[in-house]
Each structure stands twice: as structure tokens, then as C-alpha cells.
């Protein structure tokens, strides 16, 4: 084999090792808003069974867990538990009743999750649903001819019913709209999680003094090291709305800047862009 030859080899070979290992994987986006990156084998009605990247060894994965499948193709598929649900009027005959506004949305509390330990705060979920909530009455003309339900009236509903920030998403939406007696429903998440990296910086300073007697210059060197720290939030900011029981807007968005009230933009992001929005 001439020498032409081998590098055409080791070309080829290097070309087959970077594709192989920039292949795409399909991506599950747990109910949890843990995110699986994997390769799919198996779906049906239950389960879904996959395998991890290099591994052989294939794991089922009930259904019920499951928000959204990305898959590599480009192809997207929505898991909605409420749709598979025994119909609320046969099923669940307790569930208290409010009387129905017509053309009323009602605002979730927002699970506010660190997807590194699944921690939730109930403060920032009550802080996140009363920012949406401020800002559908502040545009209110925008959204026309629907009514915001007063946020004391759907969080004291959601008590009476014994539904909270975290088991919201337990929920099935026909459920939480004939509690909440409101034919839409705008429901969104925030997951995040938090890195921070550190500066050192010193500064050298010097006096200096002039003695009369000799002529002679002293330097006295002052040297000060401040120590900065920077945090960095990274969101995820999931964003669902509701007619009737059925799903008419659902998005994903992640913010431009990583800084700590950067996922608040994104909700005007995704609420501007919303089908019950008109521009006035």
C-alpha cells in the first residue's frame, strides 16, 4: 500500500469515528423535567424502553413519566396523561364543581424546580404564578374577549381541592378547569440549575516618599487581592394553554442571558406569542 493510500485510509477512518460520535440521540423530557438523552428501541401504549449512549443494556420507562420524546429525526411527540384518563363526570364524581365563567383563564400555581436535585420552591412558584398573572392584566386589552380569574379565587379553589405546586402536574386539565370553573388555562414550569465561576484580582499600589536630608526615594508596595464570584441560572421554561380540555399552544424556551430573573422574559416571550394575544 503506498504512502497516498494509508492517509486515504486514516482519513476515512478519522471521518467515520467523528460521525459516529456526533450522532444525534433522542432526548425524553421527564414529567420531573429530568432529560434522558438515549437511543429509543421500543414504544408502546405503557412503556418505552431505550438504551444509553454506548450502552447495550435496554430500560423501560412507564409512559406516565414521560412529557416529550425529541426524537433524532427532528420528529416530536407530546405525552398527555389527562387524555387517557376515565372521563372526570364517571371517574371522578367528588370533585367539586365551580360555576363556569365563560371566556375566563385561570393561572397555575409554577412549579419552580433545580433540576440537579429536584428541589422545588413554593415561594418562587407563588412569586412566578404572580408574575403571569400581572401580566395578563397588564395586557388585558391584548387578550380580548377573555377575563384573568382572580389569582385569590383560583389558589383558594386549588386548596379546597387539596392541589398545590406540587402535585399540579398529577392534575388532568379537565379536572382543574370544573374545579376552577374557567374554560381556559395557562399552565407553565421552570426548571434550572446553577454554576458559578471565581476571580481573583490583585492590585499593586505604591507611596512614594522623598527624604530631604539625602535625596533618597523609598517605595512602600501595597498589594490587595478582591476575590469575585459570578453566578450563572440556566433556565428551562415549559409553557402550555388550554381551551376546553384541549392543548392549543405549547412551547419550550430556553433564556438568552443566564442571569437569575432572565426566565420572567421568557414568559412575556412566550405569552406575546400565545394564540390568545392580538397586538392593539
Not at 414504544?43 to 416529550?68: C, F
Not at 426524537?71 to 387517557?84: E, K
Not at 508596595?221 to 459570578?230: E, G, L, M, R, V
Request: glycine share 2%; with cysteine; net charge positive.
Amino acid at each position: 500500500m503506498t504512502l497516498k493510500q494509508k492517509f486515504a485510509t486514516i482519513l476515512m477512518l478519522l471521518l467515520s469515528i467523528t460521525t459516529f460520535s456526533q450522532k444525534k440521540l433522542d432526548k425524553i423530557i421527564k414529567r420531573d423535567y429530568q432529560i434522558i438523552e438515549c437511543t429509543i428501541a421500543k414504544m408502546s401504549d405503557k412503556t418505552v424502553e431505550y438504551s444509553l449512549s454506548g450502552e447495550t443494556l435496554q430500560i423501560s420507562l412507564d409512559v406516565s413519566q414521560i412529557a416529550r420524546i425529541d426524537f433524532a429525526s427532528g420528529r416530536s411527540q407530546t405525552f398527555d396523561v389527562s387524555a387517557t384518563s376515565t372521563p372526570v363526570s364517571a371517574a371522578n364524581p367528588a370533585v367539586a364543581s365551580a360555576e363556569m365563567k365563560i371566556n375566563t383563564i385561570a393561572v397555575l400555581p409554577v412549579p419552580y424546580v433545580n433540576s440537579d436535585n429536584l428541589e422545588s420552591s413554593e415561594e418562587m412558584a407563588k412569586f412566578a404564578q404572580n408574575d403571569m398573572y400581572n401580566k395578563l392584566l397588564d395586557k388585558s386589552a391584548n387578550i380580548f374577549p377573555l377575563t384573568v380569574q382572580d389569582l385569590r379565587t383560583t389558589n383558594s379553589l386549588l386548596h379546597k381541592a387539596g392541589i398545590n405546586y406540587k402535585n399540579i402536574d398529577e392534575t388532568p386539565i379537565e379536572d382543574l378547569e370544573k374545579i376552577l370553573g374557567v374554560d381556559n388555562i395557562v399552565a407553565a414550569k421552570v426548571s434550572y440549575t446553577i454554576s458559578q465561576s471565581s476571580t481573583a484580582t490583585t492590585y499593586d499600589s505604591g507611596n512614594v516618599k522623598v527624604s530631604d536630608n539625602n535625596k533618597k526615594v523609598k517605595t512602600n508596595d501595597i498589594s490587595t487581592t478582591t476575590a469575585n464570584t459570578q453566578m450563572y441560572y440556566y433556565y428551562t421554561v415549559y409553557f402550555d394553554m388550554y381551551r376546553n380540555t384541549t392543548k392549543i399552544y405549547s412551547q419550550t424556551r430556553k433564556p438568552l442571558l443566564a442571569v437569575k430573573d432572565s426566565w420572567m422574559d421568557s414568559i412575556s416571550y412566550l405569552l406575546k406569542r400565545s394564540p390568545i394575544y392580538t397586538k392593539k
